[in-house]
């Protein structure tokens, strides 16, 4: 039997972001559209993600590694950058991949404007064939509910096998939908929690953006099979989608090694 292709479409459409619309593809909040965005709506954009860096770094010291310092970080899906200034003040070497290859000359004139010499951008596939080495830390957020789900997984765990040993992982996934809240956020039958792509608005000249919630078990055996035991979890929620941000290490000094 002829297994299923994968649906490629998103990577299409987010060149298609990256050309048209990159600030707003990465926060979809109004006044980033390209039409209106002005220099300090830029630097806003860009404190928002020091703001998410600080709070990662404090979370990880606080729950899992007390004296965190990673010297190399990958950020997967960087978009136009909004985190790799923040990540290249508290590490040697960061990497930035983006599928889109608009999204990563945007980011790269970010990078040039902002003089930051030791961060690397590189472009992104299913295989992550550009990919060499690992990383201290391996952060994803508001990232793989663009991406369908069997593609997905699949991403997930070859970017576990580039975390060493004693690394953390920093991944966000959505779940579930706040209208599913009747079924305890469990989707109706006729309303599958599978791969979900939001068409854009009538008349608009928007590429499509996927939503895609994940099946959070999955996610989770996935993590606990690999020896991952330590998770911190926080909850998210971006216009009525759920998620989950998981941050993880196989190390630490927080509970006993046999706690599982």
């Known amino acids: 039997m002829t297994a299923e292709p994968l649906d490629m479409s998103t990577d299409i459409a987010w060149e298609e972001w990256g050309l048209r619309d990159p600030y707003f593809g990465v926060i979809t909040d109004p006044r980033y559209r390209a039409s209106g965005i002005s220099d300090e709506l830029k630097r806003e954009f860009f404190e928002s993600g020091q703001m998410h860096v600080?709070?990662?770094?404090?979370?990880?010291?606080?729950?899992?590694?007390?004296?965190?310092?990673?010297?190399?970080?990958?950020?997967?899906?960087?978009?136009?950058?909004?985190?790799?200034?923040?990540?290249?003040?508290?590490?040697?070497?960061?990497?930035?991949?983006?599928?889109?290859?608009?999204?990563?000359?945007?980011?790269?004139?970010?990078?040039?404007?902002?003089?930051?010499?030791?961060?690397?951008?590189?472009?992104?596939?299913?295989?992550?064939?550009?990919?060499?080495?690992?990383?201290?830390?391996?952060?994803?957020?508001?990232?793989?509910?663009?991406?369908?789900?069997?593609?997905?997984?699949?991403?997930?765990?070859?970017?576990?096998?580039?975390?060493?040993?004693?690394?953390?992982?920093?991944?966000?996934?959505?779940?579930?939908?706040?209208?599913?809240?009747?079924t305890h956020g469990v989707a109706p039958v006729a309303e599958p929690l599978t791969e979900s792509p939001v068409a854009p608005a009538p008349m608009s000249a928007d590429p499509e953006m996927q939503m895609n919630p994940y099946n959070v078990n999955e996610i989770l055996f996935s993590?606990?099979?690999?020896?991952?035991?330590?998770?911190?979890?926080?909850?998210?929620?971006h216009a009525g989608e759920l998620g989950v941000f998981l941050i993880f290490s196989r190390t630490g000094s927080q509970f006993p090694s046999n706690v599982f």
């Open 54 to 182: 600080d709070n990662l770094i404090l979370t990880i010291r606080k729950y899992l590694h007390p004296e965190f310092a990673p010297k190399t970080v990958l950020d997967f899906g960087c978009g136009v950058g909004r985190l790799l200034g923040p990540f290249a003040a508290v590490a040697e070497e960061v990497v930035g991949t983006d599928v889109s290859s608009s999204m990563l000359l945007e980011a790269q004139r970010n990078c040039n404007e902002r003089q930051l010499h030791n961060v690397k951008l590189l472009a992104s596939d299913d295989e992550l064939s550009t990919l060499a080495g690992s990383f201290d830390l391996i952060h994803s957020y508001i990232v793989f509910q663009h991406i369908p789900v069997r593609r997905g997984r699949m991403l997930f765990g070859r970017l576990l096998e580039h975390l060493r040993p004693d690394g953390v992982g920093a991944m966000h996934f959505t779940y579930s939908k706040t209208h599913f809240a009747p």
């Open 223 to 237: 993590m606990q099979r690999l020896g991952f035991f330590r998770t911190h979890l926080e909850f998210t929620n």
